[in-house]
């Protein structure tokens, strides 16, 4: 056979496809496959020679039954426990026919039990927001990190958290402060999932820090946790002083930090002060003739109607990082 033959499968007849190759054949991240080997044993059954490996069409058939399975809201641990054998196949979807164009981003209308309506979503949601209402710590930890770890950050919020918990939050509104425990447990796992994605704090730069903080009275910390995060994900020092800051406290932050921009956060429009916004975009700082100011974000859905020319709103945590990244690049 030809070194560009393949076989009825629709592999290479050499020595198999490389990491890059199996994640578009899945359509999953290659960071993916990487956490499936390293995390659950899902590696490949032999062994080359050199730095790189190399899947076969065995290999391949474990990991698309394992898209299968966690495209269900399976834990990703369970799942490995169901392609290894470890666990019996109850339920277990067909797996895609070899060759066949990458899995789309499954979505579903689901409520995930307990009516929680969830509405049209990724099929991730469905999962968690299981996990979250069984309290299911563990399981709900291990779904957060996976979904973080093949999305990204800003991804994994948009598209799977934030809309799993403004189901929580609906559920909570329409049944009388029930499932209250499970909002609250649910916003715990997400923040510590978040610190674990970022162990590390960046290393300060002369005035390219970011200073983030909800306003006086806003306790809401959870979505500034995520853009906290997503900034020291990209590199960029950031400073986070969380909830309801009082207005000294935050002065004495901001001139002690002298950073390129400051995030204000308030859920509510009765905790929004567009004074105060003001009041920091007019700091200054540095020597006569070098003195410098920061940019102020004005963020979250208490700011609307309420902001002015040169306080920029955001309009989610895309925005938020990409105009972050802007400010501080084109800082001296």
């Not at 392609?83 to 689901?110: F, H, I, L, Q, T």
């Not at 704090?201 to 997503?230: F, I, K, Q, W």
Request: with cysteine.
């Amino acid at each position: 056979m030809g070194i560009h033959e393949r076989d009825d499968e629709g592999m290479p007849t050499g020595a198999g496809l490389t990491t890059g190759e199996v994640a578009r054949r899945l359509g999953v991240a290659p960071t993916t496959v990487r956490t499936w080997d390293r995390r659950y044993g899902l590696g490949p059954d032999a062994h080359t020679g050199g730095r790189h490996r190399r899947w076969t069409a065995g290999d391949m058939a474990r990991l698309e039954r394992m898209c299968a399975l966690t495209a269900t809201g399976i834990a990703p641990a369970e799942a490995a426990r169901m392609v290894r054998g470890d666990a019996p196949p109850e339920a277990v979807p067909a797996r895609p026919a070899a060759g066949a164009a990458p899995r789309p981003a499954v979505r579903a209308r689901s409520r995930a039990g307990s009516g929680l309506r969830l509405g049209d979503v990724r099929q991730e949601c469905k999962g968690i927001a299981r996990a979250a209402l069984r309290l299911d710590a563990a399981v709900l930890d291990e779904l957060l990190e996976a979904v973080i770890d093949e999305h990204g950050l800003v991804t994994a919020w948009t598209e799977v958290i934030m809309p799993t918990l403004q189901a929580v939050g609906r559920k909570w509104e329409s049944s009388g402060e029930k499932y209250v425990e499970v909002e609250h447990f649910l916003s715990w796992h997400v923040s510590g999932a978040l610190r674990r994605s970022t162990p590390t704090a960046v290393a300060d730069r002369p005035g390219a820090t970011t200073v983030l903080a909800c306003v006086p009275g806003e306790n809401h910390t959870l979505p500034l946790e995520v853009l906290a995060a997503a900034l020291a994900e990209r590199g960029l020092p950031v400073r986070m002083f969380g909830g309801a800051l009082p207005v000294e406290s935050l002065v004495t932050a901001v001139r002690r930090t002298g950073p390129a921009a400051v995030g204000l956060w308030a859920q509510s429009r009765t905790t929004a002060s567009r004074p105060l916004a003001q009041h920091v975009a007019a700091m200054e700082w540095g020597v006569r003739g070098a003195r410098r100011k920061p940019v102020v974000l004005t963020i979250g859905p208490g700011w609307a109607g309420r902001t002015s020319a040169g306080l920029p709103r955001p309009a989610g945590l895309a925005e938020a990082v990409t105009l972050l990244e802007s400010v501080v690049s084109h800082k001296p």
